[in-house]
């Protein structure tokens, strides 16, 4: 069965840092990423990694602030979110199969895991 398990989101006052997990079982995923959804909006695009972990992508309002890596023999992708704003608040998500070249999604979803950041 595949599965990708997010795991880290919480409560931080602004400013702080979150470090999100999302640990893949089943199979193995290519290029991976994250995305973040708040009430209300679409789905957007938080980060991309390559499966060689040496090509990586933000959407602008994170570059500088969040990191994301991956460790493939553990399977698992991390989200290293710092000085982290209230705009930053919403449901992440872990994407596995992520076009790189166009930054859509693949196929598989995470869970999701709640990021609130209080002002």
């Known amino acids: 069965q595949v599965q990708l398990v997010e795991s880290g989101g919480g409560l931080v006052q602004a400013g702080g840092s979150l470090r999100l997990s999302c640990a893949a079982s089943?199979?193995?995923?290519?290029?991976m990423g994250w995305f973040c959804q708040s009430p209300g909006t679409e789905r957007e695009f938080v980060a991309g990694?390559?499966?060689?972990?040496?090509?990586?992508y933000y959407t602008d309002s994170v570059k500088g602030r969040f990191t994301i890596s991956r460790d493939k023999a553990k399977n698992t992708v991390y989200l290293q979110m710092n000085s982290l704003k209230p705009e930053d608040a919403a449901v992440y998500y872990c994407?596995?199969?992520?076009?790189?070249?166009?930054?859509?999604?693949?196929?598989?979803w995470g869970q999701g895991t709640q990021v609130t950041v209080s002002s």
């Open positions: 089943g199979r193995t995923f290519y290029a």
């Open positions: 994407n596995g199969d992520l076009t790189l070249t166009t930054l859509r999604p693949g196929g598989s």
């Open positions: 990694i390559s499966w060689s972990g040496g090509g990586t």
